[in-house]
């Protein structure tokens, strides 16, 4: 048999402690600091447009729409949410958005649109440490990396994948306590913007942004695109140490071949074994000024050997400026970026970056940006609880969190001259509460 029942009862009663969290945290209240009011004829604040859309990934939905079609009638059953359309949230997205530039390489002559979003990505800052994510006496590690993202929207030009789609670039943080990374500066870039150009430009507006905030830098780790003159100066202008993949080339290959086998030496990191040396002397780029390169080489499984070499390794250099750290520990520690190129992965299929809501690049932007706060509200929201409810991890992802905490029946009541939330569960929200 089948019981049907009136109740106001919302298959999310775990979100209830979400939106308190967000607003005890002090987010909803710099958000509408920082951004300002909205015209005085639109009745929700851009707080309640952030919340709303923060609502659609907290509870298990991957796209903007969701909330018309699925959460709508669940959300109005949470205590001070004032719940808004899809509209409402894309209208906002557009109002939040920036003027895209267009620019010509004047050798290529390809054209080039970047759309960077100041106000935004001051945000995304502010809201770290506003949650104390991020700390002014404290010295951090930052990743740079650029992520081919795939769609067919109205401007999207076509990228080295052969696909149609963006190029955007970000900058992101490890927590020292989590390791987790966490994105502080997002730049927009169409598809046919290749990692490298105007890199320089790009970095200098990241550093700026930090800067301006009180977030020190201490090292700086990036790939292979990251390896120009230019690049490299600017990171030393900010008195950081970096640690840049080098590309190889004919005079890396000579040197590599000159190393004596008596000064590899084995290591094993995780479970992959290779074996290390370094170059103190390497002058990069035609320059006058040395630096240390750090030399891995891992067995090739066919066998092929290496020409210059006659060895059959594969070889990775990085190029650094840290003179004190062992070979080992250089190596170790660029290989941790793995975990910022884990974020694309966080962003694609936990807040909604495979499907990209709008037309255009500068509108695109915005919602990455957007999108970035609520990663970082999230990685604050499950190291919070987790240090309460010993059913949560730190290291949860989303779909999990969703499954053990958001998806709890709940009612609210009023008893005793008070609304109480009646949780259907065996288990223990009231740590929370403390």
């Not at 929201?381 to 987790?386: H, N, V």
């Given at each position: 048999k089948i019981t049907n029942s009136s109740e106001k009862i919302t298959p999310f009663g775990g979100f209830n402690f979400v939106i308190e969290s967000f607003k005890n945290s002090g987010l909803s209240m710099l958000i509408d600091n920082h951004l300002g009011s909205r015209v005085k004829t639109?009745?929700?604040?851009?707080?309640?447009?952030?919340?709303?859309?923060?609502?659609?990934?907290?509870?298990?939905?991957?796209?903007?729409?969701?909330?018309?079609?699925?959460?709508?009638?669940?959300?109005?059953?949470?205590?001070?949410?004032?719940?808004?359309?899809a509209d409402t949230i894309l209208r906002g997205i557009k109002e939040l958005a920036t003027d895209t530039l267009f620019m010509e390489n004047p050798d290529s002559r390809v054209k080039h649109s970047f759309n960077l979003n100041p106000k935004l990505n001051d945000l995304l800052i502010k809201g770290l440490i506003q949650t104390e994510q991020l700390k002014t006496d404290i010295f951090y590690d930052l990743d740079?990396?650029?992520?081919?993202?795939?769609?067919?929207?109205?401007?999207?030009?076509?990228?080295?994948?052969?696909?149609?789609?963006?190029?955007?670039?970000?900058?992101?943080?490890?927590?020292?306590?989590?390791?987790?990374?966490?994105?502080?500066?997002?730049?927009?870039?169409?598809?046919?913007?290749?990692?490298?150009?105007?890199?320089?430009?790009?970095?200098e507006r990241v550093f700026s942004n930090l800067v301006n905030n009180g977030v020190k830098m201490g090292r700086f780790r990036a790939d292979s695109a990251s390896y120009q003159k230019k690049v490299i100066e600017l990171v030393e202008r900010q008195d950081s140490l970096f640690y840049i993949?080098?590309?190889?080339?004919?005079?890396?290959?000579?040197?590599?071949?000159?190393?004596?086998?008596?000064?590899?030496?084995?290591?094993?990191?995780?479970?992959?074994?290779?074996?290390?040396?370094?170059?103190?002397?390497?002058?990069?780029?035609?320059?006058?000024?040395?630096?240390?390169?750090?030399?891995?080489?891992?067995?090739?499984?066919?066998?092929?050997?290496?020409?210059?070499?006659?060895?059959?390794?594969?070889?990775?250099?990085?190029?650094?400026?840290?003179?004190?750290?062992?070979?080992?520990e250089v190596v170790a520690f660029y290989n941790a970026r793995g975990q910022s190129e884990c974020l694309f992965d966080v962003m694609n299929n936990d807040f909604g970056w495979a499907k990209m809501p709008c037309s255009f690049l500068s509108e695109n932007t915005a919602f990455m940006i957007m999108t970035a706060i609520y990663a970082n509200f999230y990685?604050?929201?499950?190291?919070?609880?987790?240090?309460?409810l010993s059913w949560l991890k730190p290291n949860y992802r989303l779909k999990k969190f969703i499954f053990r905490f958001i998806t709890v029946s709940a009612k609210w009541i009023r008893t005793g001259r008070k609304h109480v939330l009646k949780l259907f569960t065996q288990k223990d929200y009231t740590p929370l509460l403390t």
């Open positions: 639109v009745g929700f604040s851009y707080s309640d447009i952030f919340i709303n859309h923060l609502a659609v990934y907290l509870n298990g939905g991957d796209c903007t729409e969701d909330i018309n079609d699925h959460l709508r009638g669940h959300l109005k059953n949470v205590r001070g949410m004032r719940v808004c359309s740079y990396d650029n992520q081919v993202q795939p769609t067919e929207k109205y401007d999207a030009e076509k990228t080295y994948k052969k696909t149609n789609g963006y190029q955007p670039g970000i900058a992101s943080i490890s927590n020292p306590e989590t390791g987790q990374a966490m994105p502080v500066y997002i730049e927009g870039r169409n598809g046919n913007s290749q990692a490298k150009y105007l890199q320089e430009e790009t970095l993949r080098a590309k190889r080339c004919a005079k890396m290959d000579g040197m590599i071949g000159s190393i004596a086998k008596g000064d590899w030496k084995k290591i094993r990191l995780g479970t992959q074994e290779m074996e290390v040396a370094d170059i103190y002397e390497y002058f990069p780029f035609g320059g006058e000024k040395p630096y240390r390169l750090v030399i891995s080489r891992v067995k090739r499984k066919d066998y092929q050997t290496d020409i210059f070499s006659g060895e059959a390794y594969t070889y990775r250099g990085i190029l650094t400026s840290d003179s004190e750290s062992s070979n080992s990685s604050y929201l499950i190291a919070e609880y987790s240090k309460k």
